[in-house]
Nanobody, 121 residues
Framework: QVQLVESGGGFVQSGESLRLSCSASGTIYTINKMGWFRQAPGKQRELLAT???????YYVDSVKGRFTISANSAKNTVYLQMESLKAEDAGVYYC???????????????WGRGTEVTVAS
């Protein structure tokens, strides 16, 4: 019912920046929350940042001050601006969203397929 498509990943040098985007499409009544997760090689997927429909944001300590999450509700799109990238920021970045498909239905969780970020030290 809903597709999340990430873009913006790539190869950068340590200290450089990248901006990730994730657009949601399909049967959407409202999006309650969107966020970004990262999975590094050999590690579990970890939460990085979230943004609620009311604009409230959350960041894990490791990215505070370097990453900024934002959203364009009219476009059902969430962004992750990443500054001062480090080698340990490398991994596959996944978009996550809690979406109500139709009025009075419970929210459902959706995931994108991921976009890879490589950071050369």
């Amino acid at each position: 019912q809903v597709q999340l498509v990430e873009s913006g990943g790539g190869f950068v040098q340590s200290g450089e920046s990248l901006r990730l985007s994730c657009s949601a499409s399909g049967t959407i009544y409202t999006i309650n929350k969107m966020g970004w997760f990262r999975q590094a090689p050999g590690k579990q997927r970890e939460l990085l940042a979230t943004i609620s429909s009311g604009g409230y944001t959350y960041y894990v300590d490791s990215v505070k001050g370097r990453f900024t999450i934002s959203a364009n509700s009219a476009k059902n799109t969430v962004y992750l601006q990443m500054e001062s990238l480090k080698a340990e920021d490398a991994g596959v970045y996944y978009c996550n969203a809690w979406i109500v498909n139709k009025w009075a239905e419970p929210q459902r969780e959706y995931w994108g397929r991921g976009t890879e970020v490589t950071v050369a030290s």
